[in-house]
């Protein structure tokens, strides 16, 4: 019978395989970021780990090189054997990852989610992350106000397909900027995180769309490299670009006229409050199923008062 109830315990899932985990490291807890060297991400490590120190962890971070499921798939698998007490991931893709997250759940292991999130809500027992929909609001309406009373054409620049961040803000935004008459929304375009291609696909749809007055990019990559298209094209604070994220160029960016607006999120948060959860978890508290954190508009009129939100490059 003990050796029968081992087994559910081992690979059952639901409850009982969250719960169990008997072989765990429970003073260990890995971060798994959705891209390495990225300033949102690492800001978010930072507020990880000091919480982790703070709380008694050792909190190790392991990112793959591209935002990318194929790259982030084996990072889960190698963390699976070292059975750490916690994983907070990020998943890469809100389909593709519920295997391997679901293996780490099957060992025992608690799973948090941070920032991005599963389709499949029964494999994390926590998710943290900014009301992203609300985000996307937001940037539609600073947009529409920075655009005023000018008619004319706005395009979102989006990342990858599958990234429920990314789409939630697309979604929210395309809802929100029917508000506004004077604007005729042409739609999205993927950029697959990469800045590249961002810039490539402004200056592309200002060749097709020469009504174009504004730009949504819906995160950091995107933002930087449509900064770096509308640039290109001579066309810098014409076309009122509103990006998402404050990584240190994006704030220069904003200083120097190429973003007119960034919404910015609380990265350090989100990684002390997924800490906090798998804390809760590891010690049979129940953790909160959804946490929303913060999110504000930051225009060049008021930066210096939002400074706090600025990411970082390092801890
Ligand atoms: O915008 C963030 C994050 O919220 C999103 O899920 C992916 O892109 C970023 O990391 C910024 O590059």
Same mark, same amino acid.
């Given at each position: 019978l003990a050796a029968a109830s081992l087994l559910?315990? %081992?690979?059952?899932? #639901?409850?009982? #395989?969250?719960?169990?985990?008997?072989?765990?490291?429970?003073?260990?807890?890995? &971060?798994?970021? #959705?891209?390495?060297?990225?300033?949102?991400?690492?800001?978010?490590q930072c507020g990880a780990e000091a919480e982790a120190k703070a709380k008694g962890y050792e909190l190790k971070t392991?990112?793959?090189?591209?935002?990318?499921a194929?790259?982030?798939?084996?990072?889960?698998? #190698?963390?699976?054997?070292?059975?750490p007490g916690a994983v907070l991931i990020a998943p890469t893709d809100d389909k593709a990852m519920a295997g391997p997250?679901?293996?780490?759940?099957?060992?025992?292991?608690?799973?948090?989610?941070?920032?991005?999130?599963?389709?499949d809500t029964s494999v994390a027992l926590s998710s943290i992350s900014s009301n992203n929909e609300q985000g996307g609001q937001l940037a539609a309406d600073t947009l529409a106000k920075l655009v005023g009373a000018k008619s004319g054409s706005v395009l979102v620049l989006?990342?990858?397909?599958?990234?429920?961040?990314t789409d939630a803000r697309e979604k929210g935004f395309a809802e929100q900027i029917k508000k506004y008459p004077n604007?005729?929304?042409?739609?999205?375009?993927?950029?697959?995180?990469?800045?590249?291609?961002?810039a490539?696909?402004?200056? %592309?749809? &200002?060749?097709?769309?020469?009504? &174009?007055?504004g730009v949504f990019a819906t995160n950091l990559n995107t933002g930087e490299g449509a900064a770096t298209g509308l640039r290109t094209a001579g066309r810098t604070g014409q076309v009122n670009l509103v990006g998402f994220d404050a990584s240190p160029k994006e704030v220069d960016g904003l200083k120097d006229g190429s973003f007119q607006a960034l919404i910015a999120q609380d990265p350090a948060t989100i990684g002390k409050l997924g800490v906090?959860?798998?804390d809760d978890a590891l010690n049979g508290k129940t953790p909160t199923r959804e946490i929303p954190t913060n999110l504000v508009a930051i225009t060049k009129a008021d930066m210096d008062k939002n400074s706090q939100y600025f990411y970082k490059s390092s801890c």
């Open positions: 559910v315990t %081992a690979c059952g899932g #639901g409850q009982i #395989g969250q719960s169990g985990g008997g072989d765990v490291n429970k003073k260990s807890m890995v &971060l798994i970021p #959705g891209v390495a060297a990225e300033p949102f991400y690492i800001s978010m392991q990112a793959p090189a591209k935002f990318d194929s790259q982030q798939t084996p990072i889960v698998t #190698g963390v699976l054997a070292n059975k997250m679901k293996q780490l759940k099957d060992a025992g292991i608690k799973v948090v989610e941070v920032d991005t999130k599963l389709q989006n990342t990858k397909a599958g990234t429920s961040t604007i005729k929304y042409i739609g999205q375009q993927y950029t697959e995180d990469d800045a590249a291609q961002a490539s696909k402004v200056t %592309a749809t &200002l060749s097709s769309n020469p009504d &174009l007055i906090d959860q798998a």
